[in-house]
């Protein structure tokens, strides 16, 4: 069943169906929000807000064709990582960043400690704004009109960050690259 079926069911036959898309999207979510906070027990409190909060506004959205649940979660997800940093300083940590994922643990994807920091200090070298574009496109797997809606850029512009992320990654940092293909 699809995400505009699923939310269709939610908002007329019964809030279950609610359940079908919290399974589809919290891994994504949560890897999503742990990267822009680079701290798990944040990740985990702003992700299950997301949900929460999609789970009240689900009436509120608006099923018609074009219409897209992945992009208004993402843009929920967004907001709520904002509101936390308007509200609190968070600290970078890198054995919270080594255990991201709730079901992979990224020092066994990649043992050499010193190449994740290395990936993990790239990371945090982009741009918020560039970092989160790349990271839709390639943690998330989003397609360009989904990050144009989340991050309200054009669809060129958009793509234009994706290539230029991706060749500054190829130029100098090749074990990112190697590293975002082992996700």
């Known amino acids: ?7 269709k069911n939610c908002q007329d036959i019964d809030m279950k169906y609610f359940g079908k ?16 906070t680079s701290n798990k027990e944040v990740a985990e409190d702003i992700t299950s807000d997301v949900f929460y909060k999609a789970l009240n506004s689900i009436e509120k959205f608006d099923v018609k064709e074009g219409s897209s649940f992945k992009a208004w979660i993402y843009t929920i997800a967004g907001n ?15 054995e919270e960043y080594m255990d991201v994922g709730k079901n992979e643990d990224i ?20 741009k918020d704004e560039h970092k989160e574009v790349i990271v839709l496109r390639i943690w998330n797997d989003l397609n360009y009109n989904e990050i ?4 309200g850029k054009s669809v060129d512009n958009c793509k234009k960050i994706v290539s230029r ?18 996700l």
């Open 1 to 7: 069943m699809d995400d505009l079926k699923l939310v």
């Open 80 to 94: 709520k990582v904002k509101d936390h940093y308007k509200t609190n300083k968070v600290d970078v940590s890198m």
């Open 21 to 36: 898309l919290y399974d589809k999207y919290i891994d994504s979510i949560y890897k999503f929000i742990y990267l822009k």
């Open 165 to 182: 992320g991706l060749k500054t990654i190829s130029a100098n940092f090749v074990l990112v690259l190697i590293f975002i293909i082992l």
């Open 107 to 126: 020092g066994t994807q990649i043992d050499d400690k010193e190449k994740v920091q290395e990936v993990f200090d790239f990371l945090q070298t982009l």
């Open 148 to 151: 144009s809606e989340i991050t």
